[in-house]
Nanobody
C-alpha cells in the first residue's frame, strides 16, 4: 500500500511562513495527482490545493490563492505546500493526499497522510 508521511507543521505567528512536506512511498509521482486538505476544529475538511498529474496545472482555494504554493519533487517522491503570509484562519490539521490518475478528484479511497498540525497565533 502507498504510505504518506507528513512533516513541517508547527506554531507560527501571523504573517509568517511554513513549508509542509509529504514523503510518498511510490516509485514515481509522475502518475499521481496530489493535493492538500485542511480541517479546523469542528469544521468540515476543506480542499486547499491540488496539482494535476497530467500537466502540473494547479488549483487553489480562494482563501489561500496567492499565499500558498503546491509542488512536487519527483526525484525525492515528496509533495510540498509552501505557505506564506499565514493568518489565524489557516489554523488546522493539514493532510496530503495522492491518487493514481491525472485528475484532482480526491476521495476517501485515495492515499492520505496522517495529518500535521498548523497553528497560526501571536
Amino acid at each position: 500500500q502507498v504510505e504518506l508521511v507528513e512533516s513541517g507543521g508547527g506554531l507560527v505567528q501571523p504573517g509568517g511562513s511554513l513549508r509542509l512536506s509529504c514523503a510518498v512511498s511510490v516509485s514515481s509521482l509522475d502518475y499521481y495527482a496530489i493535493g492538500w486538505f485542511r480541517q479546523a476544529p469542528q469544521k468540515v475538511r476543506e480542499r486547499v490545493s491540488c496539482l494535476s498529474g497530467a500537466d502540473d496545472s494547479t488549483e487553489y482555494a480562494a482563501t489561500v490563492k496567492g499565499r500558498f504554493t503546491i509542488s512536487r519533487d519527483n526525484a525525492k517522491n515528496t509533495v510540498y505546500l509552501q505557505m506564506n503570509n499565514l493568518k489565524s484562519k489557516d489554523t488546522g490539521v493539514y493532510y496530503c493526499v495522492v491518487r493514481l490518475g491525472y485528475l484532482c478528484d480526491f476521495g476517501e479511497d485515495d492515499y492520505w497522510g496522517q495529518g500535521t498540525q498548523v497553528t497560526v497565533s501571536s
